[in-house]
Structures are given as structure tokens and as C-alpha cells.
């Protein structure tokens, strides 16, 4: 019994592949990305690296240039189908939910490429000491899975729209925002000597929302493709 008997876990990877093999033919929203990503960073990095910043900061400017770079390329996935017209036919020939999935996954190693790049530069170009390794990555992780579950199903919605690009940000930053201010805050408390075991609370609250964003967009999927 190999993983085809599982169509729910089969047909989404056999979607993830199809989508990294797509990307890294034309590589749009790659380079789009890590583009923005190292100018971002050298610009941040010019402007405050002769400074001594508060751990606060560096947390607040670290997530700025993950937002900011991920909102330029975890649109991509569902805007290219509407763009070269694919939309329609994908709907005939793969179900929702593993639609929903597979682009679920594609956005999710599409962002931990982008953290591959954006944390070790941010460490080189702004001096963030990170104390606490293990929380640091838990949170990482988490968030994560947090912000790519909104963004997926927020990205579906904004591909039926005409201005598609601004609307993607601007939809995605005030549901965001919660997982936000307490990934800044984890990732604060990280560069701190503090014990993972006394900062569960964030990561209680990073875990809940990633399940609710989770159930709430694949359950709303189905509604936003075949509208």
C-alpha cells in the first residue's frame, strides 16, 4: 500500500510538484521575491546597522521583511491560474480541496525558501542574536504555517479581483495582524535567555490560530473557486 492509496495526500503532492516544477521554469515569483527581499534588507541595513537597536525592534523589522517579501509572491499560485486562463480547467479536473491543498503546500515551501534566505541575511546585515534557538525556530515554524494558511485562502479571493497585487496586502495585513504581534513578540522573547517552557502562551496561541485558519479557509475554499 503505497501513498497513491491515499488520494487526499497523493493528488495534492502530485499538484505541489506540478506548481515548484512550473515555478522553477519561469521563476516570476522567485525572483520577484528574493529581489525585494535583498533590497529590503540592504536598505534596512544601510539605514539603522550603524546603530544599536532594542532586541524589539530587530524582532518588529525582521517580520516587516518577511510580510512585505511574502506578500509579493503567495498570491502567485492562484492569480497565474486566472491569468493564463488554467483556472477553469483545473476546476474540471482536480476537486477543491485538492486544489486547496496543493497550493497550500506550494506556499509553504515557497516561505520557508524565503525564511532560508531572509534569516541568515538578517543575522549577517543587522547583528540579530538569537539566545533562545530552539523557541526561536519553534515560532518561526508556527507562524509560519500561520500566515501561509490566511494567505492561501485570501489569495484565491484576490485573484478573482481586478486590482490584484495592493488588494492581496491590504486584505491579508489586518488578518495577519494578530499572528503578527505575537510571532514579534516570540521572536523578541527568543533573543532573550528565556526557557521555551515559560513562553508557551505564544505558542499555544500560534498553534490555535494555524488550526482555525487552517479549518476555516479549506472549509471556505470550496464557495471561493467555484464562485
Known sequence: MGIKSFPLVSEPLTLLFKEIKSELRTRYA???????????????????????????????????????????GLAHVFVKEEEKKTSDILKLVAEPSTVFLGKFFFNLVFFFFLEAVIVPLFI??????????????????????????????????????RVKGALFAVLSFPILLPLLIIAIDGTYLSIQKTGIFYNMDNLKFLLSYFVVMLVLSFLLFDYVWKE
Open 124 to 161: 549577517l546585515f543587522l547583528g540579530l542574536k538569537i539566545q533562545n534557538t530552539h523557541f526561536f525556530l519553534a515560532v518561526l515554524i508556527l507562524s509560519s504555517l500561520g500566515l501561509v494558511s490566511a494567505t492561501t485562502i485570501i489569495g484565491a479571493i484576490v485573484s478573482k479581483a
Open 30 to 72: 522567485l525572483n520577484a521575491v528574493l529581489m525585494f527581499a535583498i533590497v529590503s534588507l540592504s536598505v534596512v541595513s544601510i539605514t539603522v546597522g550603524r546603530y544599536a537597536l532594542d532586541p524589539k525592534i530587530l524582532a518588529s523589522l525582521f517580520w516587516v521583511v518577511l510580510f512585505f517579501s511574502s506578500m509579493s
